[in-house]
């Protein structure tokens, strides 16, 4: 079965205080590992899309990087407007035209100042 | 505002009541995707149509059901409501039959009294 798991289930930094979130997916063949951003009564936000293993993405104090078995979401001098749930999702390779991701249940993160 | 425009914000209903989320795609998305969110069971993807078609399923119930009319604005219809239906609803878009770049609108909050 396909599915995605993200750890921690919540993370609490101090400003300035680098992390990584993990989150680690089992998927018969991977079309595209996803990470979004929520915050609280949002709709999901995008912030990268990784294809295959080795490549790596980042966007300001976000870098994101895959691997067969897992991606990475690190962040770097975390400031409180990063506070959010980091939700990762995994899009499957179906053979057909099918475009549904399967998410994880996310990681919150709180970074206080 | 991320162009997927979802109507409504708020409901409030009642058990054994039906009722219609509405969602309208971002310019020149052809495809909508609905996913539902609980607290403890993070997004789950319901289904897809594509140009009017429906594309794809995944754990939708069956008193739940949803079309895309030729404006491509699509509608999610839930009947006989339960408690456990109480949930955010979203809505996202995408040009592509395959998904990549999802856009979410920023969901409908259902309440089920």
């Known amino acids: 079965e396909d599915q995605v798991t993200q750890s921690p289930e919540a993370l609490r930094l101090q400003e300035g205080e680098s992390s990584s979130l993990n989150c680690s997916y089992t998927?018969?063949?991977?079309?595209?590992l996803f990470w979004y951003r929520q915050d609280p009564g949002k709709g999901p936000e995008f912030l990268f899309t990784?294809?295959?293993a080795g490549e790596e993405k980042e966007k300001e104090r976000l870098k994101a990087t895959l691997t067969k078995k897992e991606s990475f979401l690190h962040i770097t001098a975390p400031k409180p407007e990063d506070s959010a749930t980091y939700l990762c999702?995994?899009?499957?390779?179906?053979?057909?035209?099918?475009?549904?991701?399967?998410f994880g249940k996310g990681t919150k993160l709180s970074v206080k100042p | 505002d991320s162009g997927v425009t979802q109507t409504p914000k708020h409901l409030i209903t009642a058990t054994g009541q039906r009722v219609t989320l509405r969602c309208s795609p971002r310019?020149?998305?052809?495809?909508v995707y609905w996913y539902q969110q609980s607290l403890d069971q993070g997004l789950q993807f319901l289904i897809q149509?594509?140009?009017?078609?429906?594309?794809a399923k995944g754990n939708i119930l069956e008193r739940f059901s949803a079309q895309q009319f030729p404006d491509l604005h699509s509608e999610l219809n839930l009947s006989s409501l339960e408690l456990g239906d109480s949930a955010l609803y979203f809505c996202?878009?995408?040009?592509?039959?395959?998904?990549?770049?999802?856009?979410f609108g920023s969901g409908t909050r259902l309440t089920v009294v």
């Open positions: 990784l294809y295959s």
């Open positions: 998927v018969s063949g991977l079309r595209g």
């Open positions: 996202a878009s995408s040009p592509w039959k395959g998904g990549s770049g999802y856009t």
């Open positions: 310019s020149g998305d052809l495809s």
């Open positions: 999702a995994v899009q499957a390779d179906y053979g057909g035209s099918q475009g549904n991701l399967i």
């Open positions: 149509y594509y140009n009017g078609e429906e594309r």
